[in-house]
C-alpha cells in the first residue's frame, strides 16, 4: 500500500495515529504488507514541503519513522510557528540532526518529493490522505481516513486473495 | 376530463419536487459512493462505502458543532435519509410530509452553512461526496433551495385545501 501524505493536512494525522502505527506493527513488521509513504505536499500548506524534506533527510540516516511520528503528534505546533526544524531537533541527536540539516540545505531532496507527487497525480491523487492499494495484479486508490478495524478487514480480505 | 391547471403554486411545487428531490437522491447516493467508487468485488464495495461514510463523518465533524460519536450517527443516516426522502418527494408519497422534513433539513442545512462561513471555517461543506470548500456560494445555493423547499411546502398545503381539479363537483 502507498500511502501519499501532506505532513500538514489533519486528515493525514488522524490516519497516521489511528491506523497505519497499528498497521505497521500489524501487518508490516510481519512482513504480510509493504507500506510505502508518499509525499503529497499541498500548495495549500505552508510548511508542508519543509517537514517532507526533513522527513526525507531522516530517512536517509533511518530515522524516518521518529521524525514522521514527531511531525505529525506537533502538527499543530509547527503548522502554527512553522518551525519544523525545532520538531525534528527535539527527537534526533545533535550529530543527527546536523546531518539532517546538511541534507535538507543541499536542496537534493525536492526531486524525490516531486518524484512522489508525479506519481501520485498520475493515480489521480486529488486529496490526502490518499491510499493506494496493490493486490492480484489489481490497483484500488482510496481517498480518506480509514478505521483500524475497517482496513484491518479489508487487508486480511486481500491477504486471502479475496 | 379536464387536465390540472398549472398555476403558479402548483408549477413551484412540481420544481420543487424535481430539483430538491434530484438533489437529495443524489447529495444521498454521493456520501455513500464518492469519492471511492470501485464497486466490485463486494468486500471492495463494502469498504468504499466504509471508508466514504467515514470521510463524510470527518467532514461533520469539521464544523466543530457536535461530538465525534454524534458525526458518526448522522454520517450513517444522513445518506439514507436523504435517498429516502429525495425519492419520496419524487414520486409525491405523503408529499406534506416529506416536503417539511426536507424543508426542515434544508434550514438546518442553511444554519450550519451560514455559521461556518461566518466563522471563516476553512472546512469542505460535506454537501455531497467530492470534496468541495464552503464557500459563500455553498451559503446562496443552500438558501436558495430552502427557499424553495419552504415555498413547496406552503404550497402544498395550501394546494391540499383546494379541491383537486379532476374530482367532481359538488352536486348541490
Redesign the interface.
Known amino acids: 500500500m502507498e500511502v501519499f501524505s501532506d505532513f500538514q493536512c489533519p486528515a493525514c494525522k488522524t490516519l497516521y495515529i489511528t491506523t497505519n502505527r497499528k498497521i505497521m506493527d500489524d501487518y508490516v513488521s510481519t512482513g504480510k504488507v509493504y507500506l510505502i509513504h508518499r509525499d503529497f505536499p499541498l500548495a495549500m500548506h505552508a510548511h508542508s514541503r519543509v517537514a517532507a524534506r526533513y522527513a526525507r533527510a531522516a530517512a536517509q540516516l533511518g530515522k524516518n519513522e521518529t521524525v514522521e511520528q514527531a511531525l505529525f503528534q506537533n502538527q499543530e505546533k509547527w503548522e502554527q510557528s512553522g518551525d519544523v526544524d525545532g520538531t525534528v531537533a527535539a527527537v534526533l541527536s545533535a550529530a543527527e540532526m546536523a546531518k539532517v540539516r546538511a541534507l535538507v540545505k543541499g536542496g537534493t531532496l525536492d526531486a524525490a518529493i516531486d518524484k512522489d507527487f508525479a506519481l501520485g497525480q498520475l493515480y489521480r491523487v486529488n486529496q490526502t490522505p490518499t491510499t493506494v492499494f496493490h493486490s492480484g495484479g489489481q490497483t484500488y486508490p482510496y481517498a480518506g481516513v480509514m478505521s483500524y478495524d475497517t482496513l484491518k478487514s479489508f487487508l486480511d480480505q486481500l491477504l486471502s486473495g479475496h | 376530463m379536464e387536465s390540472s391547471p398549472l398555476n403558479l403554486r402548483r408549477a413551484i411545487i412540481w420544481m420543487g419536487r424535481l430539483i430538491l428531490g434530484g438533489i437529495f437522491v443524489y447529495a444521498g447516493f454521493s456520501k455513500l459512493l464518492m469519492?471511492?467508487t470501485?464497486l466490485w468485488?463486494m468486500?471492495?464495495l463494502k469498504?468504499?462505502i466504509?471508508?466514504?461514510i467515514?470521510?463524510f463523518a470527518?467532514q461533520v465533524e469539521s464544523y466543530k458543532l457536535i461530538s465525534p460519536e454524534a458525526s458518526q450517527v448522522v454520517a450513517h443516516t444522513l445518506p439514507f435519509v436523504e435517498i429516502v426522502l429525495g425519492l419520496l418527494l419524487l414520486i409525491g408519497w405523503r408529499l406534506r410530509i416529506c416536503a417539511t422534513a426536507i424543508t426542515a433539513i434544508m434550514v438546518g442545512f442553511l444554519a450550519v452553512v451560514t455559521r461556518a462561513y461566518f466563522l471563516h471555517m476553512d472546512i469542505n461543506c460535506g454537501c455531497f461526496g467530492t470534496?468541495e470548500k464552503l464557500t459563500g456560494m455553498t451559503v446562496v445555493r443552500d438558501g436558495a433551495l430552502a427557499a424553495l423547499a419552504l415555498l413547496m411546502t406552503i404550497f402544498a398545503f395550501l394546494e391540499a385545501r383546494q379541491p383537486h381539479p379532476w374530482s367532481a363537483p359538488e352536486k348541490a
Do not use: T
Request: proline share 20%; hydrophobic share 25%.
Open positions: 469519492p471511492n470501485h468485488p468486500f471492495v469498504f468504499s466504509s471508508m466514504n467515514s470521510s470527518q470534496p
